[in-house]
Nanobody, 121 residues
Framework: VQLQASGGGLVQAGGSLRLSCAAS????????MGWFRQAPGKEREFVAA???????YYADSVKGRFTISRDNAKNTVYLQMNSLKPEDTAVYYC????????????????WGQGTLVTVSS
């Protein structure tokens, strides 16, 4: 599975962005998808995941502000980010996993290249 993330950019605090992750080369509808982020000097951390059956999971830090969704017809997963804060600044990565442990970085099988989100105060 190849993953291509897009949609990052510079936004003011309180603004919104929508990230997209297009998948190719595999059976998209049967894999679970996740978004992670990595800020400078910090470890990569879980943001959100959507199972193959569209169940969703969120980190506490983004719950109520971010929404993950998937469109199997377009082989794409989205991350709608609202009420952005400066602490959301990071490179955001999409990833695919066959395991049902959605929170663990090492268990993910495939990773996209990352897209930078910068939130100014």
């Amino acid at each position: 599975v190849q993953l291509q993330a897009s949609g990052g950019g510079l936004v003011q605090a309180g603004g919104s962005l929508r990230l997209s992750c297009a998948a190719s080369g595999g059976s998209f509808s049967s894999v679970n998808m996740g978004w992670f982020r990595q800020a400078p000097g910090k470890e990569r951390e879980f943001v959100a995941a959507v199972s193959w059956s569209a169940d969703t999971y969120y980190a506490d830090s983004v719950k109520g502000r971010f929404t993950i969704s998937r469109d199997n017809a377009k082989n794409t997963v989205y991350l709608q980010m609202n009420s952005l804060k400066p602490e959301d600044t990071a490179v955001y990565y999409c990833a695919a996993v066959r395991s049902r442990d959605y929170y663990s970085v090492p268990l993910y099988d495939y990773w996209g290249q990352g897209t930078l989100v910068t939130v100014s105060s």
